[in-house]
């Protein structure tokens, strides 16, 4: 029923295409509870049915680093999302689609979500060059010369077999405003024509807004991605160098404008107190790498605000990380014995870490679908951003995830 | 009913100490079936029972390397190996008892051994001085001057708190047969004050025979140690640079000496092949860093020989590792898989590479157990050792295991 209606809203603002040939019923998403401009759903994939919002380790080069996927699905892990540019330098797409896809290859049987690769291939600022065709970089593995263009990495992800992919888009310095404009120009045409590369009916193509923290610009490009028959729309550009309040004035301007009917993702984004906000302000989908690369960096998440458990001060400490936290991590180990794997370089360390931080903000945006679903979300929300506000510190998004 | 008759023959050999008081019924032996001089039984703890012949992954510093104890336990493994040298260098042997003791403190609870620290000591050649009545050495962490003693051994081994711990010994070079004489009188000499210093009779404490491969050696001190009170004998100084001919003549002279009701461990063995071997030969208990440090190297244990697969002749190959194994990782991933994690790095690498070998040995430890019961393994030894061949490579151990 939800995927006639969003034909008609779509028919609605008079966009020709039969959407759905584009729309494939099986990329339906439903809205279950809102609370506010929050919102529960259930984001259908052919991979499995996602409860949203929901939150999506990030597995860079076709492994969340140090977890297996029975760890991951333990966690309560859904979506896992995966990063094309490195997966087409290497293994290569081709060997990935010859050993059946991504799905089989990382034996994760649940929903993937690819990003385009624009982002990493922009962030190689030494070495890519851009014009309107697309970007040509080096590979910051051995220096050889790759070109990505809309049709390329559309072929790329077609062939990794992800079941939610993006388009090819331009992520500018949100403060450097005449150049977001051109960026922002660009992605759309380019959003234009990776929809007519994307060749795959079990695989949904999201839209991307750019404008960085221009509240007109991002207007503009909110309405020209809304206007095309994407099946779920991303929002770029955000944790990428603007402050708090920014992202939350631009989330502000742009959640309003988008389809109800169709899912939100957050890219990139971000802590839980992010992740919070995010939600308060109607996003579904959010990814990023901060559990697992703090992990490696000794840090975990905790009401007492982020600790680094190589500190000295943890030698003799016997409580778990977080004595509220149910994981297996908390439920088996002291901040001592992690202290001791830390010091003893001990990969076991960045496992346990990895397993508590990505249960931390798992199990966190559970417990806010739960509250949308039963009305108490606007009542816990200040509680939750008190909790998680020592969490906060923010950390960008490199090549090297 | 075990027990008794264990003490009625030491009885039978004058030997004037009444040794209920050091081999408390906890840790009975009691064998379950023959064939030759395999043998199969069961190993009583403190924390449950050992069946025997077994294999003990090595946990170094209180983790074995890349695991979970819980896929540990998957593994079906039952005991773990730790190194006293390293946990008192760090986090330090009074930290652990603090934290309640080894097991508590790594969460495992079935069997621990520790070894007494003296192998590790010893190989510290450039920095050990050796008296009579210790060893001082300088710390391979930060330099710092450090001095074990049997008495310092056995007290923090005590500290620590494994079921099964190891007298202080030397191990010498088996090609140089003067030295090889002179730390065999020592390592009795230190026998008897490792027994004396053992303060818990939750601790069985093994007696270690050493010799090189001198035969007069080996019967000398496989007829001094089987003399003391020890609930178990160790057979130290094996799998240290000898052939392998060298290393099964050895037992041949070693186990027909040993106590028939003690369990025998075999220090630091070994390959399948050496498992093999050593379980014809009547041992017991086996540890080795090499299923743990194989895999960390990408090499893996297969029927085929042993396989490193970083080769690029893997890239592609959908095939497990070993189509006739039920692990976890040959179960799920393809070759072509972990290649790809080894290539970038991935520590998951190490963690699924590990799981197959562990259980490659431990596997292949209970297919032997069984055979031995039913009846069955003089007539499987050759197959098994035709299987497991081109494994046999072995590795020596260091420090830095």
Redesign the interface.
Known sequence: MEIHHTRFLLIGKSYRVDISLIIPPMFEFNLVARQGNARAGTFHTPHGDLSTPVFAPVGT???V??????QLKGLGASLVLSNTY?LYL??GDE?VA??GGLHQ???WPNPILTDSGGYQVFSLSDTRKIDDEGVTFKSHIDGSTHRFTPERSIQIQNNLGADIIMTFDECSDPNDRDYTRIAMERTHRWAERSLRAHQRADQALFGIVQGGVDPDLRVKSAEFISSLPFPGIAIGGLSVGETKAEMHATLGVVTPLLPEHKPRYLMGVGTPEDLIHGIARGIDIFDCVLPTRLARHNAVFSPEGRLNLMNAVY??D?RPIDESCDC?TCR???R??L???I??K???A???LSIHNLHTMINLVNNIRTSIIDGTFESKVRLWLEQWHGNAERVKSKVDQ
Do not use: C, D, N
């Open positions: 080069q076709a492994t680093k140090t977890l297996t996927p029975e490195h290497r293994p060997l010859e050993l290859f990382m034996q030698a003799r016997a297996y088996t180990f002291t001592a014995y202290r001791h794997l010091s003893a001990e990969s076991l960045g496992t346990l």
